[in-house]
C-alpha cells in the first residue's frame, strides 16, 4: 500500500523533516532505494550510502540528518532500525497471509480442536487432542502432534515438527524444518554392553511472542519441560537442550549451542557457533560472544569469548599478545645468540 511521508511519521510518532504529502510504495536498502521508496541509517558504516541515497526519506538519528542529500525528507528517530521494522511490517509486507480453512489432503484427528479462523495447509497433520488458537497456521507439511496446545496468531511453517505435548503460547513463530520436542540427549552409561536410554517424558514450553527460525532445534525435559520464554529469539540451525530454560528476550545466534539444564537469563546473547555446557547459570543482560564456549556461570551483564571463554577484555589482551610472539621469538633467539657468545669467551675449567 501508498503512504505518505507525513502519514508514515505520525503513526511512528517521529518528527519529519521534509515534504510530508509525498508518497512513497514501498522500503529499500539505501544503496539501491528509489524516490518512491524509503529506508533507514543506523550504522555507520553505510554513511556513504546515505549521503547518496535516492530515497524519499530515510530513518535516521538527530544527528545524522545532515549526512542525507538535499531533496531526501528525514524521519528523525532514536531508534530508526526499530521504526524501519514497525512502518515495513504495517504498510509494506506484501507478502501472502494464510487463509481460514483447512486443505482437502490435510489430516485432522476428530478429537483436536481448532478455532474457526485456524488456517491447515496442503498434507499437514494435526493430531489427536490438538488445539490451535484464533488465527493460527499450520502451514504445507507440518506437523503437529498429540495433545500439543498453539496459541493465536502462532505460525508453524512448512515442514516443521512439534512432537507430542509441545505448549506454544500466543504469536509464536516456528519455521520451516525446526523441530520441538523431540528426544533430549540423554543416555545412561552401562559397560561394556553400551548406554540405556534415559525416557524423555518431559514436555516444551513456548511462551508468547517467540520465534524459533529455520531448522533450530528445542529438545523436551527428560523430566519436567524446556522453557523458552517470552520473546526470545532462536535463529537458524540452533540446538537448546532438555531441561534448558531460554530468558526473555534472550537472542541465540545461529549455530549456538546449549546443553540440558542450563538456565539462561532475561535480555542474554549467545552470538553465532557460541556453546555453553550443561547445568550452567547465565545472568541477565550477559553477552556470549562468537564462538566462545562457557563451561561455567556467567555472571550478570557480563562479556565473555573464547574457548574456554573469560572476560573479553582479557581474551583481547591475550590475542594481542599471541600476535606478538614472532616478533619474541626472534628477541630470544637473538639472546640465545649473544648468551653462547659469552659462553665462548669463558676460560675452560
Keep these: 500500500m501508498a ?7 505520525s503513526f511512528l510518532n517521529v518528527e519529519l523533516r521534509g515534504d510530508a504529502s509525498r508518497v512513497v510504495a514501498g522500503v529499500a536498502p539505501l544503496d539501491t532505494a528509489t524516490p518512491t521508496e524509503i529506508s533507514f541509517f543506523a550504522n555507520p558504516k553505510y554513511a556513504e550510502q546515505a549521503g547518496a541515497t535516492a530515497a524519499a526519506g530515510v530513518l535516521c538519528r538527530p544527528e545524522d540528518v545532515a549526512r542525507l542529500p538535499k531533496g531526501c525528507a528525514a524521519l528523525v528517530s532514536t531508534r ?3 521504526d524501519f521494522a514497525r512502518i515495513t511490517a504495517r504498510s509494506f509486507d506484501r507478502r501472502p497471509r494464510a487463509e481460514p480453512g483447512i486443505h482437502a489432503t490435510a489430516v ?20 489427536p487432542g490438538a488445539r490451535l488458537g484464533e488465527r493460527s497456521a499450520v502451514h504445507a507439511l507440518a506437523y503437529v502432534g498429540p495433545s500439543c496446545v498453539i496459541g493465536a496468531d502462532c505460525v508453524i511453517h512448512a515442514g516443521a515438527v512439534l512432537y507430542d505435548g509441545c505448549r506454544l503460547g500466543d504469536r509464536v513463530s516456528v519455521h520451516s524444518g525446526a523441530v520441538l520436542g523431540a528426544d533430549g540427549f540423554g543416555f545412561a552409561p552401562d559397560p561394556p554392553s553400551g548406554y540405556v536410554k534415559v525416557p524423555q517424558i518431559g514436555w516444551v514450553e513456548i511462551e508468547d511472542d517467540v520465534e524459533i527460525q529455520a531448522n533450530a532445534c528445542v529438545d523436551r525435559g527428560a523430566l519436567g519441560p524446556t522453557i523458552v520464554r517470552r520473546g526470545a529469539k532462536i535463529d537458524n540451525l540452533v540446538q537448546v537442550g532438555h531441561n534448558v530454560e531460554v530468558g526473555e528476550h534472550t ?15 532475561k535480555w542474554v546473547t549467545f552470538a553465532g557457533q557460541s556453546a ?22 556467567v555472571a550478570a551483564k557480563a562479556m565473555v569469548s573464547g574457548s574456554p571463554a573469560q572476560p573479553t577484555l582479557v581474551h583481547h589482551r591475550g590475542l594481542a599478545e599471541l600476535n606478538r610472539l614472532p616478533e619474541l621469538r626472534k628477541t630470544v633467539k637473538a639472546l640465545e645468540a649473544r648468551l653462547r657468545e659469552l659462553e665462548g669467551r669463558l676460560p675452560e675449567p
Design 251 to 265: 537472542v541465540l545466534a545461529s549455530q549456538a549451542g546449549i546443553s540440558g539444564s542450563t538456565k539462561i537469563g
Design 276 to 297: 555453553a555446557a550443561g547445568h550452567l547459570i547465565v545472568g541477565d543482560q550477559a553477552v556470549i560472544t562468537g564462538q566462545a564456549g562457557i563451561g561455567k556461570d
Design 80 to 82: 530508526p532500525y526499530r
Design 108 to 127: 485432522v484427528h476428530a478429537t483436536a480442536v481448532l478455532a474457526s479462523t485456524v488456517c491447515v495447509g496442503a498434507c499437514a497433520v494435526v493430531g
Design 3 to 9: 503512504e505518505t511521508l507525513g502519514g508514515i511519521a
